[in-house]
C-alpha cells in the first residue's frame, strides 16, 4: 500500500513492499533505503468480454478514450491518470475502489473498462471479462524496502533472500 514506507520509516514493520511505475518520479523517497527489486508486472486492460476490443491482441489506452472507468482511490489512480492525458484524455472514473475483485467484478458486469496490474488480474478469476495486452507497455517495478540498519538484522536478510527467490520462480 502506499503508507508501506511510511510504516517502514515509523518503525511499524521492518521490510516493506512497494512499486513504482517505469519512467515515472517518486524513488527519491527511497533513496536513503535498501532496495531489493524483486517483479517487473505489466498493466493490461480489462474490459467486458462483448466490448468492441475483448478480441484484440492488443489496445492503446487512447482507444480506451470516451469509456466508463473503473479506478482506485485518487491517490492510487495517479499513474492511470497521467497515461491517459499523455495519449490526449481525461478518463471519466465513474467507479472508484482500491479492491481488485471488486474492479474485476465491476467490469465483468459490463459497468466500465480498467486497468490493472497483471499479477492482480492473474489472482483473480475474470468472469465476464478479458484482458488485452497494454501498447506500448505500462509496468510497475515491485521491491522490497528496509532501513540500511534493518538489512543487517539476520531474520531481515534472510526474509529479503527469501522474497528474492520466490520473486525468480
Request: charged share 25%.
Given at each position: ?11 511499524d ?38 466490448h ?23 491517490r492510487?489512480?495517479g ?8 495519449a ?29 496490474p497483471q ?7 475474470p ?7 497494454l ?12 532501513l ?13 533472500e527469501?522474497l ?6
Open positions: 500500500p502506499p503508507q508501506s514506507v511510511g510504516l517502514l520509516r515509523e518503525g514493520c521492518d521490510i516493506a513492499l512497494a512499486f513504482r511505475y517505469e519512467g515515472a518520479g517518486g524513488g527519491d523517497e527511497w533513496d536513503d533505503l535498501v532496495v531489493r527489486p524483486l517483479l517487473t508486472d505489466r498493466l493490461v486492460a480489462l474490459v467486458p468480454e462483448r468492441r476490443l475483448a478480441r484484440a491482441d492488443s489496445v492503446s489506452i487512447g482507444e480506451l478514450a470516451g469509456e466508463s472507468w473503473i479506478a482506485g482511490c485518487p492510487c489512480r499513474q492511470l491518470v497521467e497515461v491517459c492525458e499523455g490526449g484524455f481525461t478518463p471519466r472514473i465513474d467507479f472508484a475502489t482500491d479492491d481488485y475483485p471488486a474492479v474485476v467484478g465491476l467490469v465483468g458486469a459490463g459497468l466500465g473498462v480498467a486497468v490493472l499479477l492482480a488480474v492473474e489472482s483473480v478469476r468472469r465476464g471479462a478479458r484482458t488485452v495486452t501498447e506500448p507497455a505500462v509496468r510497475r517495478e515491485i521491491v522490497a524496502l528496509t540500511p540498519d534493518l538489512a543487517r538484522v539476520p531474520a531481515v536478510a534472510a526474509t529479503l527469501q528474492e527467490r520466490a520473486a525468480d520462480r
